[in-house]
């Protein structure tokens, strides 16, 4: 399945604000765990190959410590095919080095 190549397997830690403001953004990329940020509204979804549990308690002392509250926080959010395609068109592909060269 496509959404398992991403990472979390499929699965994303969701914290949803009553407000987005860009600097919210900013502090989340800037964690080194997190390996993609996708907005949806006021929901952002964290992509990480870290265990989700842990996860969770670091994006929320990050937050805690930047003085900004959250509405809600949910560790397993299924990924869905937005997700998907937001990521994979965010991302730089991978050069496929099996091809042959053409002459």
Known sequence: ?????LPGKGY?????????QLEILDILKDIKEIDFVIQRGERIRLLSNMKREKLMD???A??????IPIDSA?????IDMID????VSSV???IDKTKKKTK
């Open 12 to 20: 994303a830690v969701e914290i949803e604000f009553k407000t987005i």
């Open 58 to 60: 670091v994006i929320l």
């Open 74 to 78: 949910d560790i397993k959010v299924s």
């Open 92 to 94: 730089k592909p991978e």
């Open 62 to 67: 990050t937050l805690e410590e930047n003085h």
């Open 84 to 87: 998907y395609f937001t990521y």
């Open 1 to 5: 399945e496509l959404k398992k190549k």
